[in-house]
C-alpha cells in the first residue's frame, strides 16, 4: 500500500518561497499536487507522470515547479514568488496508472497525504 509523508509547508510573505516534499514509500506512475482553501473547491496545481513531462495550472506556471527524485522515491514542489491567493492546504497525491494524471480527475488518485498548509500574507 502506497503511502505518502508531506512536509515543507509555512507561513511566507507575498513574493515569498518554499518547497515541499512529498515521499512516497511505493513505486507510482502519476504523482502531483492538489490545493484547497476553505469555501472553495479542491483545485489541481502540478503534476508529473514518471519520466514523462510536468503539467501545470495557468494560475501557477511560470512560478511553481514540479521535481522528482526517483532515488528518494520524492516529489517536490518548488513555488516561488507566493501570492495571497495561494494560500490553501495542499495535498499530494498519486495513482498508478499512466493514464489520467491531471487534477482533472481527482477520483483517480487512490493515494494521498495527509496535506501541509500553506499561508501567504499580504
Known amino acids: 500500500q502506497v503511502q505518502l509523508v508531506e512536509s515543507g509547508g509555512g507561513s511566507v510573505q507575498a513574493g515569498g518561497s518554499l518547497r515541499l516534499s512529498c515521499a512516497a514509500s511505493?513505486?507510482?506512475?502519476?504523482m502531483g499536487w492538489f490545493r484547497q482553501d476553505p469555501g472553495k473547491e479542491r483545485e489541481g496545481v502540478a503534476f508529473m507522470i514518471r519520466d514523462g513531462s510536468p503539467s501545470y495550472a495557468d494560475s501557477v506556471k511560470g512560478r511553481f515547479t514540479i521535481s522528482q527524485d526517483k532515488s528518494k522515491n520524492t516529489l517536490y514542489l518548488q513555488m516561488n514568488s507566493l501570492k495571497p491567493e495561494d494560500t490553501a492546504m495542499y495535498y499530494c497525491a498519486a495513482h498508478n496508472n499512466w493514464f489520467l494524471c491531471s487534477g482533472r480527475y481527482p477520483d483517480r488518485f487512490a493515494y494521498w497525504g495527509q496535506g501541509t498548509q500553506v499561508t501567504v500574507s499580504s
Open positions: 511505493g513505486y507510482t506512475y502519476c
